[in-house]
Structure formats: C-alpha cells, structure tokens
C-alpha cells in the first residue's frame, strides 16, 4: 500500500488532495497542522512513504517539519506545498531537505503525477536495499549501489534519495559536462511538471555535504550555461 502524509491547514485544500490522492491508491493520513503531523508520523513508526507539507501552517511551519522529518529519515519522500510568492520558501524547503516543491495552484494530474515521480524513487530504494551489492567508486569516494549511501575517505554522507540519484549519475559520467534538463530528467523523470532550478538547489545541498570546502567546489563543477560536472 502507498501511504502519505498530507499536512495542510486549509481544509477545502486538504479534502481536493485527499481525494485525489484516495484515487490515485494511496492511503492518506490527514493533518491540519505540523504538531499533529508529528504526531501521526511518530505513531506510524516508518510506514509512512512520503510527506506533502504545506510552508504556510499554524504554529511550526512547513519547512521546520520538513528540517524535522528530513533528520529522522533521509529516505522519506518530501514534497512542499507552496504558494508563487513563497520563492524564498521553497528554497528554504530544499534546503532543509525537501525533495520537490508544488506551487498552488495545481491541478490533480499534477499532484498525482509528481507524488507518483517521488514515490517510485523511495519504492527503487528500497527493493535496492534488498538486491546485490555494487558499489561505484570515484577518487575518495565509493557509492553503495545497494545500501544507497556515499562513502568519503571512509566516512558515510547522509543523502536524501533525490542527491543520491544526482551523485549515481555524476559517478556514471565522470568528467562529463550534464546540463540542467539531463539531470532533471534523469532524477525527476521525463514528465517532471517544475522548474530546472530545482536542480541548482539540490546541487548547493551536495556541495555542502561532499566538498571540503564548498565556495570553492573541487568536484562537484559549474559549467557555465550548461549545468554541472563531476571531478575527481
């Protein structure tokens, strides 16, 4: 069974996802506010798949339970809610760990479509934990294929699913300039509905994680006006 946890406060909001969600089969547990998303989260115990939060809630906002969550479990799939204003937001969001962003309004097939993109990625996960091992290595450091996790100098990196497929990618093509759209598509899939920025983001995250010092990035490259490559 796929199982998500819709956080939004508004509840004409929250009954529009829930049902279209119901739809699509996934069991969907409801809260109106990050307090009682915790909760429910807590209670499940790990039987949660993916979280869609709205930024905007009473009390604790969306992107401090995402920074909440994203510390408990770096494979459960994120999705923020967000309104066009909430630039700032969204990149606060991914920041934090977030793994997508939904901008209001949208529409079911959009809904579905991206929490269908998110969920198969934990779902690959997950069946990987259960297959041979492979590990792909790259100067410092080794990628378990199996286990999902980055190795550097021996020391594991914590990735979210989403940084995870970046770096697979990057270790499959090393030296090699991919641009923005390659990488979106290859992460987020052939029909991904957002923006390429979304990338630029997930990159500042890796940066912070794998370079020594990331302001000045040995391995993780710019090219300009095209994307990213990688370095040993």
Not at 47 to 71: E, N
Not at 148 to 167: A, H, W, Y
């Amino acid at each position: 069974m796929k199982r998500i946890l819709c956080v939004e406060d508004e509840t004409n909001i929250r009954e529009f996802v829930v049902i279209n969600l119901q739809r699509a089969g996934y069991e969907v547990f409801e809260a109106g506010s990050a307090e009682d998303a915790l909760e429910i989260y807590e209670k499940e115990q790990g039987r949660i798949d993916i979280a869609l939060l709205d930024i905007m809630l009473p009390g604790m906002d969306g992107v401090t339970l995402c920074r909440r969550l994203r510390a408990d479990n770096d494979k459960l799939g994120i999705i923020l809610l967000t309104a066009k204003t909430q630039e700032m937001d969204k990149v606060g969001g991914l920041m934090m760990g977030a793994d997508d962003y939904i901008t209001k309004p949208f529409s079911p097939g959009e809904l579905v479509a991206r929490i269908d993109a998110l969920h198969r990625r934990v779902t690959l996960a997950e069946q990987a934990n259960s297959g041979f091992a492979e590990v792909i290595t790259s100067g410092d450091f080794a990628l378990n294929l199996r286990s999902r996790t980055l190795i550097k100098q021996g020391k594991p990196i914590e990735l979210t699913q989403v940084e995870f497929q970046i770096m697979e990618y990057f270790f499959e093509n090393p030296g090699k300039a991919l641009e923005r759209r390659d990488i979106l598509t290859y992460v987020w899939g052939e029909g991904y509905f957002g923006e390429e920025k979304i990338v630029d983001v997930n990159i500042r995250r890796l940066r912070i994680k794998v370079e020594d010092d990331p302001s000045v990035p040995r391995h993780i490259i710019t090219v300009w006006g095209l994307g990213y490559k990688w370095e040993i």
